[in-house]
T-cell receptor, first 117, second 116 residues
Framework: AQKITQTQPGMFVQEKEAVTLDCTYD???????LFWYKQPSSGEMIFLIY??????QNATEGRYSLNFQKARKSANLVISASQLGDSAMYFC??????????????FGSGTRLLVRP | ETGVTQTPRHLVMGMTNKKSLKCEQH?????MYWYKQSAKKPLELMFV???????ENNSVPSRFSPECPNSSHLFLHLHTLQPEDSALYLC???????????????FGSGTRLTVV
């Protein structure tokens, strides 16, 4: 069963505006971690932000913030003041305890963000 | 060098060739991973190594053979591949401490493989 869902295959945003990238997840565990990665055309996956399931505050890292709604099982990424360099693929990922007690990082299908000048 | 380094960046190989992908991390991490990223598909975890021991093989065909000689190096040996194996192969590493979930992965830039 798919555990991470990103429903927006592609998004446009005007430079300097804010944009929200959606992510919902499914887990029966109480303890889990949520991550967002950025993948530019070069291919490298760049870590952006982390939210733990027990964290009471929404995570923030510079222009990135994570809108964590635990009851709704959503972890949307908000990018403020978009820049042209933000154009990339964005992946939501989750790490929880698997049936075999491993702690794999599972990714969603990604959202391609294009920032317009 | 720091981070995770993958070589080569690009590789074109015939279906009868044998080649190897290399991954090296200088972060002191104890776990390493191979992921496959095909067009329009989520990243697929292929192999997991913890302390040099393979702990995960996600039903990967035997034409992909991983090797982890030490905790800093990871190889993916390729032989008799198919055109559908063409993809971006990403290596990642992490510092796993039994049950702590806030350790994300550090990724390399990937090897873009084309099988002809």
């Amino acid at each position: 069963a798919q555990k991470i869902t990103q429903t927006q295959p592609g998004m446009f945003v005007q430079e300097k505006e804010a944009v929200t990238l959606d992510c919902t997840y499914d887990t029966s565990d109480q303890s889990y971690g949520l991550f967002w990665y950025k993948q530019p055309s070069s291919g490298e996956m760049i870590f952006l932000i982390y939210q733990g399931s027990y964290d009471e505050q929404n995570a923030t890292e510079g222009r990135y913030s994570l809108n964590f709604q635990k009851a709704r099982k959503s972890a949307n990424l908000v990018i403020s003041a978009s820049q042209l360099g933000d154009s990339a693929m964005y992946f939501c990922a989750m790490r929880d305890v698997e049936e075999d007690s491993s702690y794999k990082l599972i990714f969603g299908s990604g959202t391609r963000l294009l920032v317009r000048p | 060098e720091t981070g995770v380094t993958q070589t080569p960046r690009h590789l074109v190989m015939g279906m009868t060739n044998k080649k190897s992908l290399k991954c090296e991390q200088h972060l002191g991490h104890n776990a390493m991973y191979w992921y496959k990223q095909s067009a329009k598909k989520p990243l697929e975890l292929m192999f997991v190594y913890n302390f040099k021991e393979q702990t995960e093989n996600n039903s990967v065909p035997s034409r992909f053979s991983p090797e982890c000689p030490n905790s800093s190096h990871l190889f993916l040996h390729l032989h008799t591949l198919q055109p559908e194996d063409s993809a971006l192969y990403l290596c990642a590493s992490s510092q796993d401490r039994g049950g702590i979930l806030n350790y994300g992965y550090t990724f390399g830039s990937g090897t873009r493989l084309t099988v002809v």
